[in-house]
């Protein structure tokens, strides 16, 4: 069963635009960890931001903040002063407990991030 | 220089060949994984390893094998592909910790005729 649903396919703004890339996840655990990792044409996976949910703070990195809802198990991405080079795929990830107890990350199906000049 | 390489970068191969993927690391990092990136399915896991002599199978093992040679490389084996191993396969590696960053290769497109 997918735990984590993005369900944006796509979505496009004009440069300078604020844009919030949402994501659910289903978990039973008190204490995990979320993830949003970008991937731009080049292919390269690359870390944006995570969140430790036993913080209720969000995190923020420079333009990229998260909007984290522990109780409604939502975990969006905002994108502040969008640049053309903000243009990726945006995966959100999950990481989770697996049966022999390691953690093991779960990814979304990913949001297609165009940013227009 | 990239920390974490991938080799071949792209390869085409008929069904039923031997196929390896390779994945070297200088990171230092103990735990690999790999993974199979399809369109609209995001990333799954393969296989991954958390020392030398420590082997997981993943979410989608079946029809693949792995070999943790040394602490920097790690390689995936399809033994006899297939159409629907068709994909983008992702190498990377992390620290000790759950939240600790995953850092990826630069992919590899296989395609299997």
């Known amino acids: 069963a997918q735990t984590v649903t993005q369900s944006q396919p796509e979505m496009s703004v004009q440069e300078a635009e604020t844009v919030t890339l949402s994501c659910t996840y289903d978990?039973?655990?008190?204490?995990?960890?979320l993830f949003w990792y970008k991937q731009p044409p080049s292919r390269q996976m690359i870390l944006v931001i995570r969140q430790e949910a036993y913080k209720q703070q969000n995190a923020t990195e420079n333009r990229f903040s998260v909007n984290f809802q522990k109780a409604a198990k939502s975990f969006s991405l905002k994108i502040s002063d969008s640049q053309l080079g903000d243009t990726a795929m945006y995966f959100c990830?999950?990481?989770?407990?697996?049966?022999?107890?390691?953690?093991?990350?779960?990814w979304g199906a990913g949001t297609k991030l165009i940013i227009k000049p | 220089d990239a920390d974490v390489t991938q080799t071949p970068r792209n390869r085409i191969t008929k069904t039923g060949k031997r196929i390896m993927l390779e994945c070297s690391q200088t990171k230092g990092h103990d735990r690999m994984y790999w993974y199979r990136q399809d369109p609209g399915l995001g990333l799954r896991l393969i296989y991954y390893s958390f020392d030398v002599k420590d082997i997981n199978k993943g979410e989608i093992s079946d029809g693949y094998s792995v070999s943790r040679q040394a602490q920097a490389k790690f390689s995936l084996s399809l033994e006899s592909a297939i159409p629907n191993q068709t994909a983008l396969y992702f190498c990377?590696?992390?620290?000790?910790?759950?939240?600790?960053?995953?850092?990826f290769g630069p992919g590899t497109r296989l395609t299997v005729l």
């Open positions: 990377a590696t992390s620290d000790l910790f759950p939240h600790d960053e995953q850092f």
């Open positions: 990830a999950f990481m989770k407990r697996s049966m022999d107890s390691n953690y093991q990350l779960i």
């Open positions: 978990t039973s655990e008190n204490n995990y960890y």
